[in-house]
């Protein structure tokens, strides 16, 4: 089974900046699209940013020069650099990866990690 173990959000004040992780584990045969995902409260999960195994990336409107994803196809790692934070950053951050495992390498699944809270607060 997939897990997708994500760390380093907490609490800072706006202005700060944060860079969350998220590792891929288990039997990975191959790692394609790795992404962040965020839901505030009351509101629907959005994108935040995307990148490919070729390192093509995506973001969001509202992110767009302050945050920034990158990836260490090594350790199957996803990286989200988060610097100018504004309080409507406050969220739950959430990663995903669509993996192929080494028991199905022709079948890409599709895994979100747990969440970890970002708070950009005074």
């Known amino acids: 089974q997939v897990r997708l173990v994500e760390s380093g959000g907490g609490l800072v004040q706006p202005g700060g900046s944060l860079r969350p992780s998220c590792a891929a584990s288990?039997?990975?045969?191959?790692?394609?699209?790795m992404g962040w995902y965020r839901q505030a409260p009351g509101k629907q999960r959005e994108l935040v940013a995307t990148?490919?195994?070729?390192?093509?990336?995506n973001y969001a409107g509202s992110v767009k020069g302050r945050f920034t994803i990158s990836r260490d196809n090594a350790k199957n790692t996803v990286y989200l650099q988060m610097d100018s934070l504004k309080p409507e950053d406050t969220a739950v951050y959430y990663c995903?990866?669509?993996?192929?495992?080494?028991?199905?390498?022709?079948?890409?699944?599709?895994?979100w990690g747990q969440g970890t809270q970002v708070t950009a607060s005074s």
């Open positions: 995903n990866a669509v993996v192929t495992t080494v028991q199905a390498p022709g079948v890409p699944g599709n895994y």
């Open positions: 288990a039997n990975i045969f191959k790692v394609d699209h």
């Open positions: 990148i490919t195994g070729a390192g093509n990336t």
